[in-house]
């Protein structure tokens, strides 16, 4: 049902009905109403909805079929990760850093970095993000694949700040001051001491790493996925 598929919608962006309500101009209630008892949502509603909303596929807000988001003219793609304390941000700049040029994330992350960024990101209603690095490697495929961008939150309190199964972005001390860096889901250990390390893609194993290790750390919130255009 349309109401049903835009509660789905203002959950994914992580804003409250009272903000989206607000932003078209609707009477308070009058949309989480709808969502709640499954009542229609007026056409005139809808369009203001997608007018509004420009993220949104109007073929699966109608439909159901295909994805919620549709992709950009540029053929781009964007997913969200969210937490059910996300608050959405209206406009913000997110540095794109290159990492090959930085070697690494501890260098970004530090707070009297003077690290340039390569570019800026600008997407409306997306949680707090502190920056963006590009993706490399297979092992969250096809979640990710190499070349998305993923757009991040730092965790300073690594120790506390973990959020289990989530998804995050690590530099991992290798040794002799090499960082290892990759993106991985987050589990709990049955060793002390340690985090579980989980890829998406199936044929990558699980690994268990010390925590002391673990030199830089950031929640993903979302990704963006550049498609070939023909």
Not at 7 to 31: Q, V
Not at 122 to 145: E, F, N, Q, R
Request: with cysteine; charged share 25%.
């Amino acid at each position: 049902m349309v109401s049903q598929r835009v509660g789905e919608y203002i959950e994914a962006k992580g804003i409250s009905y009272y903000a989206f309500e607000n932003s078209l101009g609707a009477s308070r209630g009058s949309i989480s109403k709808a969502v709640k008892d499954g009542k229609s949502i007026g056409s005139n509603m809808l369009e203001k909805i997608l007018a509004t909303y420009t993220d949104l596929n109007p073929a699966w807000l109608l439909t159901g079929h295909g994805e919620m988001l549709k992709e950009g003219e540029d053929g781009t793609s964007i997913k969200t990760y969210r937490l059910k304390t996300d608050t959405a941000v209206e406009s913000q700049q997110i540095p794109l850093y290159d990492l090959e040029a930085v070697a690494g994330l501890v260098p970004i992350f530090s707070s009297n970095s003077a690290q340039k960024p390569i570019d800026h990101i600008s997407i409306p209603h997306l949680p707090k993000c502190d920056g963006a690095v590009y993706v490399t490697g297979d092992s969250m495929y096809p979640l990710l694949k190499s070349g998305d961008i993923v757009m991040y939150k730092e965790i300073h309190d690594i120790q506390n700040g973990i959020f289990w199964g989530e998804m995050y972005l690590l530099g991992i001390d290798m040794g002799s001051g090499e960082e290892y860096i990759t993106v991985k889901y987050i589990q709990r250990s049955e060793y002390p001491g340690c985090v579980k390390l989980v890829s998406e893609n199936k044929h990558h194993q699980a690994k268990d790493v010390e925590m002391d290790k673990i030199r830089a750390l950031a929640l993903v919130k979302a990704s963006i996925r550049v498609n070939a255009m023909n």
